[in-house]
Nanobody, 122 residues
Framework: QVQLVESGGGLVQAGGSLKLACAAS????????MGWYRQARDRQAPGKQR????????????NVADYVKGRFTISRDNAKNVMYLEMNTLKPEDTAVYYC???????????WGQGTQVTVSS
């Protein structure tokens, strides 16, 4: 089992920045891929999926969604078992619950954190 705990969410004005962190514990040797997903309030109805924001593997290879590319940066400290999401130039449409995930390439995540709310005011 893997436990994931997010931190760093909050309220920020448009154009501002936040940095999220996800601390992993447990059977972390089984984790290859970690990532950030988000789910806005209007996507919380049944059947609405979380959307991927960015992923990073243990070798540092990343994949960042086009809608945040150039504004968000994902990174990972394998020694500390922590993953980060640095979010700059935030927009109101970035408002969502952000979830940390862990798993493998090409598959749905095996583990999820509890989520952290990010609210961007206009």
């Amino acid at each position: 089992q893997v436990q994931l705990v997010e931190s760093g969410g909050g309220l920020v004005q448009a154009g501002g920045s936040l940095k999220l962190a996800c601390a992993a514990s447990g059977s972390i040797f089984s984790i290859d891929l970690m990532g950030w997903y988000r789910q806005a309030r209007d996507r919380q109805a049944p059947g609405k999926q979380r959307e991927v924001v960015a992923v990073i593997d243990r070798d540092g290879r990343t994949n960042v969604a086009d809608y945040v590319k150039g504004r968000f940066t994902i990174s990972r400290d394998n020694a500390k078992n922590v993953m980060y999401l640095e979010m700059n130039t935030l927009k109101p449409e970035d408002t969502a619950v952000y979830y940390c995930s862990a798993g493998t390439w090409g598959a749905k995540p095996d583990y999820w954190g509890q989520g952290t709310q990010v609210t961007v005011s206009s």
